[in-house]
């Protein structure tokens, strides 16, 4: 332990008398993310009654937790439309990655005409708002035949250019040398790209799985428009359906919901945290 000299203190305190508004802002930012995240869990300990009658932060003294989750399940098919939220998400995650480490290592590392071009096309793409693509989208979609079906929730969100975009830069890094030294060796491009470069850049990959899973398990406007059996839908639509009650919304069941939603999702990011703080400070996001 490094003892605490008075210059040390010192130090402290004049960077205290500082930074405190920078602090501050961290400590507000902070609390606006935890404050409804600590709401919904506490709510979905409470009655009906005590989200009414009692303070927001009030913790019961006998919680209600197991019966608003039986009244989730009583209420929708719970696990099914988990099970199709955990299909679609992963289906569409691990297509992104393939295909966005393919675009991007051509456009990060082969020379062809219109590359600059074609790299700036599907820039341009990120500007646009998807509220825009979803009549197109919905009526190639039905003329397929995919919809209400896996197919049709998964395939147009196969690839996207945030992740082409992602793995073109952190793919950029790698250096020619090592590249150019592989192949002299003999090793094909298949081999260059999955032995060697792929995992050089494991932080990246898994900050854009992160990214996508986390995208698509909030996802609500497609799975509207692209289910109509109530065996498609996916988990943020049948929340969403809870809240269509005639009177008023059953919130500690509801909350009881979001929280089971949310739970595998903090658990996942709980264990791959560092390799996406380390894939923020070290490659694409900041180049």
């Known amino acids: 332990m490094i003892p605490f000299s008075s210059a040390n203190r010192r130090a402290y305190l004049r960077s205290l008398a500082t930074d405190w508004p920078a602090h501050a802002a961290l400590i507000f930012g902070c609390a606006l993310i ?15 009654e005590d989200v009414f009658t009692q303070a927001p932060w009030w913790i019961p003294d006998h919680p209600n937790l197991v019966q ?16 199709n939220s955990l299909v679609v998400c992963a ?36 500007m646009v708002p998807f509220i825009v693509l979803v009549i197109p989208q919905y009526l190639i979609v039905r ?3 995919w919809l209400d079906s896996y197919a049709g929730l998964i395939v147009p969100f196969a690839i996207s250019s945030f992740g082409i975009f992602l793995m073109r830069q952190a793919l950029a890094g790698t250096p020619d040398e090592l590249i150019d030294a592989a192949r002299i060796d003999g090793a094909g491009e298949w081999r260059i790209l999955l032995q ?20 698509e398990w909030d996802s609500l406007l497609w799975p509207l428009v692209a289910t109509n059996s109530a065996t498609m839908r996916t988990m943020s639509l049948g929340m ?48």
Do not use: C, E
């Not at 608003?68 to 099970?83: C, E, L, Q, S, T």
């Not at 393939?98 to 990120?126: D, H, N, Q």
């Open 196 to 215: 060697i470069v792929v995992p050089m850049h494991t932080p990246a990959l898994i900050s854009l799985g992160i990214l996508r899973f986390l995208s």
């Open 240 to 287: 969403a359906i809870m809240q269509d009650d005639r009177y008023q919304t059953d919130l500690p069941t509801l909350m009881a919901a979001a929280t089971m939603a949310l739970a595998p999702v903090v658990i996942a990011y709980s264990f791959l945290q560092r390799y996406f703080i380390k894939s923020v400070a070290g490659s694409g996001l900041k180049s």
């Open 34 to 48: 935890i404050v409804p995240l600590a709401w919904m869990v506490l709510t979905a300990t409470k009655t009906h």
């Open 143 to 145: 003329d397929l035949g």
């Open 91 to 126: 289906a569409i995650t691990l297509l992104d990655l393939v295909f966005a480490t393919l675009a991007g290592y051509a456009l990060a590392k082969y020379r062809f005409p219109g590359k600059p071009i074609i790299f700036a096309i599907i820039i341009a793409t990120m």
């Open 68 to 83: 608003n989750i039986k009244n989730v399940f009583a209420r929708i098919d719970f696990g099914r439309y988990f099970f």
